[in-house]
């Protein structure tokens, strides 16, 4: 009997082992660490709240990364999004050719990786020679010829990396590619269960089509586009290799391409400072569960 | 395949069963004799197809198989010690030669055998960061390249993770053969953490088949940065007609702070002085971003961004898009392997000066070779500093080191060498050895100052603001922009200085009285 009570406890503690060892304390430590300045884990001072002061009084570059993330995601969520339900709408409809092939088309960016993304975009805006620049030099170079009172300062010629303003574009159009196969996929899946006869029947009522996607499209996909918009929004919020690639370590000039993660990764792994890192972190942390619990009560369908 | 027969002694009836959807052993239909998979392992054995999928079986099979080929392949038992270092062409360089220190070894039974590993830069990077936070096992001998030696030495003297070699350049009288301004890049606090690789003076490359031929520009008639822009924006062209300059006379660009640095130690600028003292808002500096922004815009633009390393541009140089690059002695060496269609057409002449007579070199890159404690503590730090001291300083490894990768020595006594002063066809039948090594007393000093990187982000970041207010005010005139950039690099040192504040190691330090001004001879380093 002693043997069945115990049981239970042994099956668990692989589980609970490597969970205590490696989530855990891990956790926990970093609450610990998020007090103290340290350079790397041999040398730690316990400084108080002096790293949430620096963070919000002094740190020019996490704000810098904060405002960056918000344009970012402000891309992701109104240029992305809603492009990816475009899409989905488009190859949901029976009388698109090939649908399969195109739904592969679409989505097989997400299957080679940031890593290559982030290189394959470094040559697209390359400056000088780079095939998107030189696309847009020569056709708004061609529009200033030949369109009258067309002005000069629409002619393009742009240093995308090296130029501040054009390092967020660049991200948002590499990421864009990239995930807007991935999101289609999520909303292609929940417009196939929007019930065709909830359709027939407001199209009888003389619902429009318009109509019909605000009153029957929209509501009957909102739980899983409210995921996706949590996923995007976890997902930028937690960006780091493509700009780490894409623009540098350091986010390019101005640090426009700056992400909070990068800049906690700088702290914590090129300056040594893990407890400044630790700091960074936590904020990110509450931030993302701030944003999960407005998510929970969005999708609650009690709030309809 | 077939279906699976029917269980011979199943305890279940074999005709439909309407079971609950909750049971465990729900069973399908017999017309779905797929489904039964569940119920006939009980009956007649065990089948491996009713268990898993034979794809799930087919990758069992080759995880397995792969396992135990893994387990089974011998590890090279690799006696000796282990050097780390990043750079494809010094790994080249190296191999041979350390061939040639294990041969010497195995025959002479002295020493240890020596291998070589060439490790991706940010893998070593942070191996290495790793091995002295964590303690993970690290070589035995590191090179470290000067832009991530900072890292190293953030915190107090004695959790840098290199043993300090400064008594022993002194007892063995190395540090007097070396060039002095060679080794203020390693040296931290007073104390030198690596051996010098190099002293990388900086010169201008031109293509003179542009400049020379084409133009008739007398490149002596170029003294100064000012002279430059004025001679030198006879080479802008514009190819196709359009309207627009195809071809520009440098390539640089404005915002790139290691090409800002180099221009800003010539000017007698820079991050911190050799007394570790902040400079960033020196007049100098301010000079020099106002000259950059000058540069890349406006009327009088005569810069283009062809960065190194960089397929698109390389195609700029191959294109002849860009005449002037500065070029450190190692970047003659990665033209001369990434560009060999450029060879003939370039010639070399000292950089423009700041002012006439001021110096006419910079400095750019570098790499160190460090021991770390761990050698130390493993018994095994004579045998690598001998090795060390074979690499670094041996007059073949000169030889080498510059007949392979176009490097100068920080060795002064093998400057004199008759490899250094050959002509050298690439650069047109200049004997570019000579003209590196008639600047390299004169490269400036730099610091290894644990907050150089966050100044040089800062100096970044005043160069995009005053990019940003002459693109506002229409203005790209150096006078015009030399208010501005004096105020945005105030701005700039005052970020810095609350950074440096914020370090309670440093504090410590300095409260311990422990904070020794680095022992540097920055007259070397003085202009010409």
Sequence with gaps: ????????????????????????????????????????????????????????????DFWTSILNILIYTAGSMFIQ???????????????????????????????????????IFGLLFAPNNGIINLFLNGFTGWLNAWVPFYPDAWV???????????????????????????????????????????????????????????????????????????????????????PYLLIGPDGGPG?????????????????????????????????????????????????? | ????????????????????????????????????????????????????????????????????????????????????????????????????????????????LMNLYQLEFT?????????????????????????????????????????????????????????????????????????????????????ADIVEDELGIDVSTIQTWDDFARVMSAAKADFDGDGRIDRYPLSFWFNDVGALEVLMLQAGGGTFDADDNIIVASEANARVLATAVSWCFGEDRIAIDAPEFDAGGNQLKLDGRVVCAMMPDWLAGIWKSDLPQLGGKIKLMPLPA?????????????????????????????????????LYLAEEVARELFLTANIISPVKSYWDRPFYHEPDPYFSGQPSGTLYIDQAPHVPPRTSHPFRVVATTEIGRAANSLRNYADARGVYDVESLLPEARRLLAEAQEQVLKRMERNVFLQIETAGGETDNADTDADAGGSS
């Design chain 1, 81 to 119: 999004l809603p492009a990816a339900l475009g899409l989905a709408m488009l190859l949901n409809r029976q009388d698109v050719k090939a649908r399969g092939f195109w739904r592969m088309i679409f989505f097989a960016p997400i299957l080679v990786g940031l890593v290559f993304v982030a290189i």
């Design chain 2, 1 to 112: 395949m077939g279906p699976p027969p029917g269980p011979i002694d199943s305890p279940f009836p074999s005709e439909p069963v309407h079971k609950p959807r909750s049971s465990a052993l729900a069973v399908s239909p017999p017309d779905d004799p797929k489904k039964h998979t569940p119920l006939s392992a009980a009956g007649s054995g065990w089948r491996p197809l009713d268990t898993m999928s034979l794809g799930s079986w087919i990758i069992v099979a080759i995880a397995v198989v792969s396992s135990v080929i893994v387990l089974a392949l011998p590890v090279p038992d690799r006696p000796g010690l282990e050097f780390w270092t990043f750079a494809r062409n010094h790994s080249k360089m190296y191999a041979p030669l350390s061939e040639r220190w294990n041969r010497r070894v195995e025959e002479t039974g002295e020493g240890e």
């Design chain 2, 123 to 207: 893998a070593l990077e942070r191996r290495t960061l790793n091995g002295f936070w964590a303690g993970t096992p690290l070589a035995d001998l590191i090179e470290i390249e000067g832009g991530s030696f900072y890292k190293f030495v953030t915190g107090p003297l004695e959790d840098v993770g290199f043993v300090d070699l400064t008594d022993l350049l002194h007892d063995e009288g190395i540090y007097e053969t070396l060039n002095a301004p060679s080794l203020t890049a390693w040296t931290n606090r007073g104390r030198v953490f690596g051996l010098p690789h190099d002293v990388h003076p900086v010169l201008l490359a031109y293509r």
């Design chain 1, 156 to 242: 393009f010629d742009i240093e995308f990396r090296w130029t501040a303003e054009y390092a967020m574009p660049a991200l948002i159009i590499a990421s864009f590619w990239m995930y807007v196969g991935f999101n289609m996929i999520y909303f292609l899946a929940a417009l196939q269960n929007v019930s065709k006869d909830l359709m027939e029947a407001a199209e009888v009522d003389g619902a429009g089509p318009w109509q019909r996607f605000l009153n029957v499209t929209i509501p009957a996909i909102r739980p899983v586009g409210t995921f996706v918009v949590l996923l995007s929004l976890i997902g930028s919020v937690q960006l780091f290799e493509l």
């Design chain 2, 354 to 390: 700041w002012e006439p007579g001021g110096r006419r070199t910079s400095v750019r890159g570098g790499t160190m070779l460090g021991i770390p404690r761990a050698t130390v503590e493993a018994g095994e730090f004579e045998d690598a500093w001998a090795f060390a001291k074979y």
């Design chain 1, 1 to 60: 009997m002693k043997g069945h009570k115990l049981a239970p406890y042994l099956f668990v503690a692989p589980f609970l082992t490597l969970f205590l060892v490696f989530i855990v304390y891990p956790l926990l430590q970093s609450v610990a660490l998020a007090f103290m300045q340290t350079n790397g884990p041999i040398s730690r001072e316990f400084v108080g709240l002096s790293n949430f002061d620096w963070l919000f009084s002094v740190d020019r």
């Design chain 1, 255 to 304: 640090q426009k391409g700056l992400t909070p993660v990068m800049h906690l990764f700088a702290e914590g792994f090129d300056k040594g400072d893990l407890g400044y890192a630790s700091a960074i972190g936590w904020l990110i942390a509450v931030v993302l569960f701030g944003v999960a619990l407005v998510q929970k009560k969005l999708a609650d369908p009690g709030t309809e």
